[in-house]
């Protein structure tokens, strides 16, 4: 579980704070998903708790065991990180690239074990990328690469994982594709996750709890179909939304036409069957 | 009133027949300079040794500064510092030369952009490269005509060819050692043919000898003074076939050349001892016979030449020169041409 | 053995079949038969039978300690331009990148110039390191060095030195002029036992590190951040590349000048072969880096009577083939 307590963090003394008193809880296993609109702090958050930058004050722990002051050794051995953006540099093959993520667990002047190898390779299983095992990861689809990444932080054998934005550079079917991918996963290894995206729909598919930030503060955090209500992605977002359910997974759609109001709430009752104003009676989030 | 008229007339030719002309020199660069003779003010950044021979110090405007370490010139002029110097080591200045407004600026011509950029600075530059004893003997020639000095120069060149004349005439004689050295040196030679021995006989047979500068097996070829003086003290220099002033060679080029004598540059960085003491030189004739020679670190663009020239072939032809006295020959030239003792310690 | 592997053992194994065959050529005409005879006496004397001939000691003395020292200073240059290629995640890089030839050449300039006590080597050595310590200074900002930065104070420091040894340049006598321009130009010429067991040795060792290290690359490789993420500690880790890579090329630079090339292309052309795991790019770089060195330096002493200054031959037989291996393999090449 990773608890994170009252962080606040600027660039420097004279810049207005970009986060400002966050705190949540990650719950092993589950899926957190911290929520929120370009520029709310959420990327900040992130690199904060991955340790590549130092928030101000405040705690950010994993079991109790104050992550802050880790080394990145240490650090790496407790928490895999997906990042969102890589540019290879050099075209190495997929194995190889997995295999990076033992780096933590490879002393300082040796090279990967068999063992780490057998690590890279079921990590590799596990993600169903073996049959490009040994594909230069320069040469494959960026849903293909994105796997790759994941995959490598499952060799990492982390009992925390962060995802920066997995799917904001692939297209609809790899984002699907990849999120099942990675509920499936934490479930399995029981792992403690946080992701970080900016599409509320997915969102609400895919997280066991949601942390909505706005202008560096939480907003809410709780299971997202409890949370995520019509006013607070207006709140949030600026956007008129309506919420509706299809299928038993709630959809959210924004309204388009902007012109009188009339016609949006025409279009919503169109729209809306099984509203998510009866939300309260009806318990519809996942399970 | 005629007298009068007359007198003015004579003036007036008078003044023209000593008047200025002008001196047309092409340097070294192939560029042709118009010099204003008499110069009033000289700035020497080379050929300073010539400036106590030339005895002009009132127009020399300025000199280098290694011009002032110079120990001929500490010698022959001690207030040597009251001559403004236009940079040390690490700066020539070519603002202070400016300053000073000389007529003229001698320098050398291995640094032809620090030419143009004098002469965009509006100064007149001569520059000089004496590649040969010849050579140096123009440049000597000009440096006197525009100093007015065309006497002391002719007379530092006749002392100097003084000393060259000895050197060939000493070389040529054939003595009785040397045709005994020849014999000897035929019965070394592993192979012999009939034309061999026939022509050791017949003719002096030259020695093999080279010239090393900054590196040890940087070795001057066939352009520069220094092939000139290997063949004045009748040496052959093995790199005379390389049309350059001097080039690196492998090691195993100079084994394959096998020199019988080596002089080393007087102001390179290692000594006779460790070419004499290094493994791979060891089958090379000179270093066998220990005939490895540093010369004494005197510059070769200067009345000096022919004491090194004469120091060369004293060590490369001792029996030749055994009753000239170094020391006697280099007190006579500097007293004739610098106007200073020798002082004995500077050479062996 | 998969055709991969067969690649790798003719890479690794190309320096000992080029240095052989060196070993044949040179301007003193020694015959196949004394080469093998001058080789074994030391390795197994040869009865008394073995004299004192100029044979043996052209070879022994003169051609080993040269081949020997060209694969040395070989080794040094394209390791260290493998290992500063990953840590810049550029393939573009070369071992003189952080000023370090610039910081020779001065050294090297004020040591003939104005220094002689000095001797070149050590001059041109302590300048090399000096330059890239300044570079690295220059680059520090809240105590960690990034690449970028640390990148543009390289190219100051270069243009800074570069400058000074300008200067020096210009106000020398020209006979000292020539010996600053031939001994930057590279050379083995005067390579000996005592160099080989002085720097070599030192060259061995510096690059120890980065051998051992090399997996590391492949991480370092993947950008600061991801490194970091991974669980390297990126400062340390990089300082150490740098460090062991600058003292091997400072070594290699005071005995031999520069040579430019190598370090840049060997590494480059090595992974277009064998793929960018450092695993194995680095040993083959090491290796191919000796075999290009010593073939370069034995056509610059045996073409003509005078030496070739060997950078010059490196250049002339390397461009054009990286020309040709560049246009082949197209985008793949650059290591996209």
Request: with cysteine; glycine share 6%.
């Amino acid at each position: 579980m990773i608890t994170i307590n009252n962080i606040h963090f600027s660039h420097s003394a004279t810049s207005p704070a970009v986060l400002q008193g966050i705190s949540l809880q990650a719950e092993q296993g589950h899926l957190t998903t911290i929520l929120g609109p370009n520029g709310c702090g959420k990327s900040t958050l992130f690199k904060c708790i991955a340790g590549l930058w130092k928030p101000d004050f405040g705690e950010i722990s994993f079991n109790d065991i104050n992550i802050l002051t880790l080394t990145h050794q240490q650090r790496a051995k407790l928490i895999a990180v997906v990042p969102q953006d890589h540019e290879p540099p050099f075209p190495y093959s997929v194995l190889d690239a997995v295999l990076m993520g033992r780096a933590a667990h490879v002393g300082m002047f040796a090279t990967p074990s068999r063992r780490d190898r057998q690590a890279a390779e079921s990590a590799i299983e596990e993600v169903g990328i073996s049959h490009l095992l040994h594909k230069s990861y320069t040469k494959i689809s960026g849903g293909e690469r994105q796997m790759v990444l994941v995959a490598r932080a499952l060799a990492q054998d982390a009992r925390a994982m962060l995802f920066d934005e997995p799917t904001s550079h692939l297209d609809f079917r790899n984002q699907v594709l990849v999120l099942r991918k990675i509920r499936q996963i934490i479930v399995r290894r029981s792992v403690t996750a946080i992701l970080t995206i900016h599409d509320p729909n997915a969102a609400m598919l895919f997280s066991d709890s949601v942390v909505v930030v706005k202008e560096g503060r939480v907003v809410v955090q709780g299971p997202p179909c409890e949370i995520i209500t019509e006013e607070l992605l207006h709140e949030v977002y600026g956007i008129e939304v309506v919420i509706g359910k299809i299928n038993g997974a709630m959809v959210i759609t924004p309204h388009i036409s902007s012109e009188s109001s009339d016609n949006g709430e025409e279009d919503a009752k169109i729209v809306n069957f099984d509203s998510h104003k009866n939300h309260r009676k009806r318990r519809l989030c996942l399970t | 009133m005629y007298q009068v008229i007359l007198l003015f007339f004579i003036f007036i030719t008078a003044t023209a027949a000593h008047g200025e002309t002008v001196v047309k020199y092409t340097d070294r660069l192939n560029r042709t300079v118009e010099i204003n003779t008499p110069v009033q003010r000289v700035v020497f950044i080379q050929m300073y040794e010539l400036l106590p021979a030339l005895d002009a110090w009132e127009k020399v405007a300025g000199v280098a500064e290694y011009a002032r370490r110079n120990e001929v010139i500490r010698a022959a002029k001690p207030d040597i510092d009251t001559v403004p110097s236009v940079g040390n080591g690490w700066n020539i200045n070519v603002e202070a030369i400016m300053k000073l407004e000389p007529d003229l600026v001698i320098t050398w011509a291995a640094a032809p952009k620090s030419i143009s950029f004098m002469e965009e600075k509006g100064l007149k530059t001569v520059a000089v490269y004496p590649e040969s004893i010849s050579e140096l003997y123009e440049v000597m020639q000009l440096l006197g005509r525009l100093l007015s000095s065309e006497e002391n120069m002719e007379a530092a060149k006749a002392e100097m060819e003084k000393i060259f004349s000895l050197i060939r005439d000493r070389v040529s004689r054939r003595t009785n050692h040397d045709r005994a050295s020849i014999q000897a040196d035929s019965d070394r030679v592993s192979i012999q043919t009939d034309s061999d021995r026939a022509s050791t006989r017949a003719e002096e047979k030259k020695r093999k000898m080279l010239y090393l500068t900054g590196q040890p097996n940087n070795v001057s070829c066939a352009l520069g003074v220094n092939n000139d003086l290997l063949n004045l003290i009748g040496g052959v220099n093995p790199a005379g076939g390389i049309q350059e002033r001097s080039t690196l060679v492998s090691l195993e080029q100079i084994v394959i050349w096998n020199p019988e004598v080596i002089f080393i540059w007087g102001n390179a960085g290692y000594t006779a001892e460790d070419l004499i003491d290094n493994m791979q030189w060891r089958h090379i004739r000179a270093i066998r016979e220990k005939r490895v020679y540093k010369l004494p670190d005197w510059t070769t663009w200067g009345p000096r030449l022919p004491l090194i020239a004469l120091y060369m072939a004293k060590k490369a032809s001792p029996e030749k020169f055994s009753d000239i006295d170094f020391s006697e020959v280099a007190d006579r030239l500097y007293q004739k041409v610098f106007h200073i003792p020798y002082q004995s310690e500077e050479a062996p | 053995m998969t055709r991969k592997t067969v690649i790798h053992a003719l890479v690794l194994t190309s320096p000992l079949f080029i240095a052989s065959a060196s070993l044949f050529i040179g301007a003193y005409g020694v015959s196949p038969l004394m080469v093998v005879r001058s080789l074994l006496y030391e390795l197994l004397p040869y009865g008394s039978a073995m004299a004192d001939l100029p044979e043996k000691s052209i070879i022994l003395d003169i051609r080993v300690p040269r081949v020997l020292l060209a694969a040395i200073v070989g080794v040094a240059l394209s390791g260290s331009g493998v290992t500063l290629q990953g840590v810049f995640r550029n393939p573009l890089v070369d071992p003189f990148i952080l000023g370090l030839s610039a910081g020779a050449a001065f050294g090297c300039a004020i040591s003939i110039g104005f220094f002689p006590a000095l001797p070149v080597q050590l001059s041109a050595f302590l300048f090399s390191i000096g330059s890239v310590l300044l570079a690295y200074n220059i680059a520090r900002s809240q105590g960690e060095v990034s690449r970028l930065p640390l990148i543009l104070s390289g190219v100051i420091i270069s243009a800074f030195f570069t400058a000074l040894t300008s200067i020096v340049k210009f106000l020398v006598d020209p006979h000292k002029l020539q010996n600053i321009v031939f001994w930057l130009m590279g050379s083995f010429s005067l390579a000996d036992w005592h160099t080989i067991s002085v720097s070599g040795v030192g060259i061995l060792i510096a690059l120890c590190p980065v051998y051992l290290m090399r997996w590391r690359l492949n991480v370092l490789s993947m950008g600061e951040d991801e490194a970091k993420l991974l669980g390297i500690n990126v400062m340390r880790d990089r300082l150490i590349f740098v460090v062991s890579s600058t003292i091997a090329v400072s070594l290699a630079v005071s005995v031999s000048g520069i040579i430019g090339w190598v370090g840049l292309m060997v590494p480059h052309l090595v992974r277009m072969i064998t793929g960018p795991d450092h695993r194995t790019l680095v040993p083959l770089s090491m290796a191919a880096g000796a075999a290009f060195m010593i073939f370069a330096d034995t056509v610059a002493r045996s073409i003509t009577t005078y030496e070739i200054p060997v950078g010059i031959i490196t250049a002339i037989s390397g461009a054009p083939f990286f020309i040709y291996l560049m246009k082949k393999g197209g985008k793949e090449s650059w290591g996209r």
